[in-house]
C-alpha cells in the first residue's frame, strides 16, 4: 500500500528553522517527483518545491527560494523539506506529495500529484 507520511512540523519563531520530512512507502521512489504544499486556514494548497528522484533536479517557487531546500535520501525513502528563516505566516499544513513520473520544471501543481500524505502542521510565531 502506497503512503507517504510527514513529520517535522510545529511551533516556531519568526526567523527560526524546521525539517519537514516526507516518508514513502510502497512506491518505487526513482519513478517519482516529490513535491512540497502548504495549506493556510482557508486557502488554496499552494506548491513550494520539487524534487525529482531519478535525477535529483529541484525546483522552488519564488516565495521559499534562497531560504528552503529541498533534499533526498534514497537509503530511507525521504525526502526532505529544510525551512529557514521562517516567516510569521501563522498556521499552516505541509504536505508533501508524489507524481508518477512526474517532472519538476516548475512549482508543483496539486493536480499533477498522484498520491498525498495527510500533511504536518507548522506555525510560524511572530
Known amino acids: 500500500q502506497s503512503q507517504l507520511v510527514e513529520s517535522g512540523g510545529g511551533l516556531v519563531q519568526s526567523g527560526g528553522s524546521l525539517r519537514l520530512s516526507c516518508a514513502v512507502s510502497?512506491?518505487?521512489?526513482?519513478?517519482?517527483?516529490i513535491g512540497w504544499f502548504r495549506q493556510a486556514p482557508g486557502k488554496e494548497r499552494e506548491g513550494l518545491s520539487c524534487?525529482?528522484?531519478?535525477?535529483?533536479?529541484?525546483y522552488y517557487a519564488d516565495s521559499v527560494k534562497g531560504r528552503f531546500t529541498i533534499s533526498r535520501d534514497n537509503a530511507k525513502n525521504t525526502v526532505y523539506l529544510q525551512m529557514n528563516r521562517l516567516k510569521p505566516e501563522g498556521p499552516a499544513v505541509y504536505y508533501c506529495?508524489?507524481?508518477?513520473?512526474?517532472?519538476?520544471?516548475?512549482?508543483?501543481?496539486?493536480?499533477?500529484?498522484?498520491?498525498w500524505g495527510k500533511g504536518t502542521l507548522v506555525t510560524v510565531s511572530s
Open positions: 524534487i525529482m528522484i531519478s535525477h535529483g533536479y529541484t
Open positions: 506529495g508524489a507524481a508518477y513520473r512526474g517532472s519538476c520544471i516548475a512549482t508543483p501543481q496539486t493536480g499533477s500529484m498522484d498520491y
Open positions: 510502497g512506491l518505487t521512489l526513482d519513478y517519482y517527483t
